[in-house]
């Protein structure tokens, strides 16, 4: 069994910065892409970020150039650093991990976590 665990979440006003963490736990061989996803009222989830076990990074052009994914391989740990965060920011973000259990790999996720920005 994995669990992805988010934290790191809360209220915080336009212009501010919040970092997300989220570990993956359980028995697992390996650990692919990393990633944050996130839903906003009455919205479909959409990708944030996504970061593979290599390093390489991707974003939503929404949250380009403010939000920063990264990894420690050694903890099975993705971040997200966010940072001028807006309203429409507000959603919330979920973790995802593609994960190798012996000979099964499955996408998992957490149990999200709220991020508000607002005055």
């Known amino acids: 069994q994995v669990q992805l665990v988010e934290s790191g979440g809360g209220l915080v006003q336009p212009g501010g910065s919040l970092r997300l963490s989220c570990v993956a736990s359980?028995?697992?061989?390996?650990?692919?892409?990393m990633g944050w996803h996130r839903q906003a009222p009455g919205k479909q989830r959409e990708l944030v970020a996504v970061i593979s076990s290599g390093g390489s990074t991707n974003y939503a052009d929404s949250v380009k150039g403010r939000f920063t994914i990264s990894r420690d391989n050694a903890k099975n740990t993705v971040y997200l650093q966010m940072s001028s965060l807006k309203p429409e920011d507000t959603a919330v973000y979920y973790c995802?991990?593609?994960?190798?259990?012996?000979?099964?790999?499955?996408?998992?996720w957490g149990q999200g976590t709220q991020v508000t920005v607002s005055s």
């Open positions: 359980g028995t697992i061989s390996s650990v692919y892409d």
């Open positions: 995802y991990a593609v994960v190798k259990r012996g000979v099964l790999v499955s996408g998992e």
